[in-house]
């Protein structure tokens, strides 16, 4: 149980487009999803929690005009990355709360390799 | 503030040896720890967890104990294998469900 999965798993666009990536719970309902990025050799930065029906919640630093949140329903939330340029090259990793017992508990997607050229 | 400290790696053992990775934190209240594994190219895996003082998480042959005292949540596995090699993360959860992370140790097992 508790399975997160992402898509694309990779990705490579040109610099100046936009790129969605989708993060769905595949056997139980998150009420909070958080994105992260990771760069080579490097811890995870959070960049935002999304709840359900509600506005992402941005860290400090992290545009949130460039990286769009929806949390559309409990199962799905898309990271959308706007006019990407080679800087915005990163791992990319969302994760789930699980909630009740486990509400300390996130679950992690296998991550979206973003390249821009 | 809450922080974690895991001890810098790469931590490189021959295969059967015994393994301790070590990880500290700074909390307020009671905080629940976490350790996280990444085998190359991956996402996150949860590993094992403790939520209150004196748990011990265990999985896969690894295992965890949650001291307050010494506020230490060290990671053991008594015989590792080529296939641990992997970045080892130790974590703790916020209040907000928030996790605070370590900077991460990559464990290499040679055959």
């Known amino acids: 149980g508790a399975v997160v999965s992402q898509h694309p798993s990779w990705v490579i666009c040109k610099s100046g487009t936009s790129v969605k990536i989708e993060c769905r719970s595949l056997?139980?309902?998150?009420?909070?999803m958080f994105w992260y990025r990771q760069f080579p050799k490097q811890s995870l930065m959070l960049m935002a929690t999304?709840?359900?029906?509600?506005?992402?919640?941005?860290e400090q630093g992290v545009e949130k005009d460039k990286f769009l949140i929806n949390h559309a329903s409990l199962t799905l939330s898309t990271l959308t990355v706007t006019s990407a340029h080679p800087e915005d090259s990163s791992f990319y990793i969302c994760?789930?709360?699980?909630?009740?017992?486990?509400?300390?508990?996130?679950?992690f997607g296998p991550g979206t390799r973003l390249t821009v050229l | 503030g809450n922080s974690v400290t895991q001890m810098e790696g790469p931590v490189t053992l021959s295969e059967e040896a015994f393994l301790t990775i070590n990880c500290t934190y700074t909390?307020?209240?009671?905080?629940?720890l976490f350790w996280y594994v990444q085998y190359p190219g991956e996402g996150l895996q949860l590993l094992l967890k403790?939520?209150?003082a004196d748990d011990k998480g265990s999985n896969k042959g690894f295992e965890a104990t949650y001291r307050k005292e010494t506020t230490s949540f060290h990671l053991e596995k008594g015989s590792v294998q080529v296939s641990d090699s992997a970045v080892y993360f130790c974590?703790?959860?916020?209040?907000?469900?928030?996790?605070?992370w370590g900077a991460g140790t990559k464990l290499i097992i040679k055959p």
């Open positions: 994760s789930a709360r699980v909630g009740g017992s486990e509400a300390d508990t996130q679950y």
């Open positions: 056997d139980f309902q998150a009420t909070t």
């Open positions: 999304s709840n359900e029906g509600s506005k992402a919640t941005y």
């Open positions: 909390a307020t209240g009671y905080p629940s």
């Open positions: 403790a939520t209150k």
């Open positions: 974590a703790l959860s916020h209040s907000n469900y928030q996790l605070i």
